[in-house]
C-alpha cells in the first residue's frame, strides 16, 4: 500500500514536471519558428498547462477507468474555486475587484450548464465531444478578437511587449529540444503511474475510481495552481488569481473531457448527476459577487471556502 502511494506521488510529480518541460519548449520553439506570442498564449501554453489532466484523462479511458477522468474534471474545477481561491485568501486579502471577468465567468458559466446538460444524457461520446469542443473554438476566437483588437486600439503606444509563459529569449536550440523530449516521454509515464496506482489505492479503501478521481487526483493536479497562487499572495500579487481559476475551469470543461470523449465513451456515474456535478455549479455560483460586485475575497471568505472544500472531501470519502 505504502509503494501505491509512493508510485502515486511519483507519477504526480513526473506529470508535473513533465507538463511544464513540454510548455517551455514548445512556447520557444514556436516564438523560434515564427508564430505570434499572441497565438502562443491563447493555444500552446492553454493546452500545455493542461498536459497533465488531459493525459490523465486519456490514460483513464484507454485503461478503463472513465470514472477517473470525470472525477478528476469535475473534482480539479471544485478544488480550483474553493482551495486555489480560499487558501491565498486566508493569507492576504485578493484585491479580485481591480479584474474585469464578466465575459470570462459568464463563458465558464455556460460551459458549466452545458456540461451538466450533456451529462444528463448518461455519457460524454463523440457527439458530446464536439458540442464541447465546437464551444472551446468559439471562446478561443472570441479571445483572439478581442486581444487583436487590444492590440490595434494600443498601436502606437509605448507598451512592454507580451510575455508568455515559459519564453526564454536565450534558450539554445539543443535546450528547446530536450525539453520538448522530456515532456512527450514524462506526460504519459507520469499519467501511467498515476492513474494505475490511484486505482489501487481506490480498491484497498473500497472506494471508486470517480471518488479517488474526484479527491486524490483532482487535488494532486490543483496543487501547481494553489503552490502559485499562494505564492502570489505572500508577495502581494494574486489579484489575477481569480481569472486564472476561472481560464482553467472552463478549459477543463471544454478541452479536456471534449478530447478525452473522443479516445473513448465516458459513462458518468450516477452520484456524479446527484451530487457532485452540482457542488461544481454551486462552488461556481459563489464567486458571483467577486465577479459583478467586484468585491475582494477577504479571509473571512477565504476561511469559508476552505471549510467548504474540507467538507466537500470529508462527504465524498464517507
Not at 465567468?105 to 444528463?120: E, K, P
Request: proline share 4%; aromatic share 8%; glycine share 8%.
Amino acid at each position: 500500500m505504502i509503494e501505491a502511494w509512493a508510485y502515486a506521488g511519483l507519477g504526480l510529480v513526473i506529470l508535473l514536471l513533465a507538463g511544464d518541460a513540454l510548455v517551455k519548449g514548445a512556447v520557444n520553439l514556436s516564438l523560434r519558428v515564427g508564430v505570434p506570442a499572441l497565438i502562443v498564449s491563447l493555444t500552446i501554453v492553454a493546452f500545455g498547462t493542461s498536459a497533465p489532466e488531459l493525459l490523465i484523462g486519456i490514460d483513464a479511458i484507454l485503461d478503463n477507468k472513465p470514472g477517473l477522468a470525470l472525477g478528476n474534471v469535475v473534482g480539479s474545477n471544485t478544488a480550483n474555486i474553493l482551495l486555489v481561491l480560499g487558501v491565498p485568501a486566508m493569507i492576504t486579502v485578493l484585491h479580485t475587484s481591480y479584474c474585469d471577468t464578466k465575459k470570462t465567468y459568464l463563458y465558464m458559466l455556460g460551459a458549466t450548464f452545458l456540461f451538466i446538460a450533456l451529462a444528463f444524457r448518461g455519457v460524454f461520446d463523440p457527439m458530446a465531444a464536439a458540442a464541447l469542443l465546437a464551444v472551446l473554438a468559439f471562446v478561443l476566437g472570441d479571445a483572439a478578437r478581442d486581444a487583436l483588437k487590444h492590440q490595434r486600439e494600443n498601436a502606437g503606444k509605448a507598451e512592454e511587449e507580451e510575455e508568455v509563459e515559459g519564453a526564454d529569449p536565450d534558450m539554445a536550440w539543443w535546450q528547446i529540444i530536450v525539453f520538448m523530449v522530456l515532456g512527450m516521454i514524462g506526460l504519459p509515464l507520469g499519467a501511467d503511474l498515476l492513474v494505475d496506482n490511484a486505482s489501487i489505492i481506490a480498491k484497498k479503501f473500497g472506494v471508486s475510481d470517480s471518488v479517488i478521481g474526484l479527491t486524490l487526483v483532482a487535488l494532486g493536479t490543483s496543487l501547481p495552481e494553489l503552490a502559485t497562487t499562494v505564492m502570489a499572495a505572500i508577495r502581494k500579487q494574486a489579484d489575477v488569481a481569480l481569472g486564472n481559476v476561472i481560464g482553467s475551469n472552463m478549459f477543463n470543461l471544454l478541452a479536456i473531457i471534449g478530447i478525452t470523449a473522443l479516445v473513448g465513451p465516458i459513462p458518468v456515474d450516477p452520484q456524479f448527476l446527484r451530487f457532485d456535478l452540482w457542488v461544481m455549479l454551486a462552488a461556481s455560483l459563489l464567486i458571483i459577487p467577486f465577479v459583478f460586485m467586484r468585491k475582494d475575497i477577504g479571509r473571512v471568505w477565504g476561511i469559508a471556502l476552505t471549510a467548504l472544500y474540507l467538507i466537500y472531501v470529508t462527504v465524498v470519502l464517507t
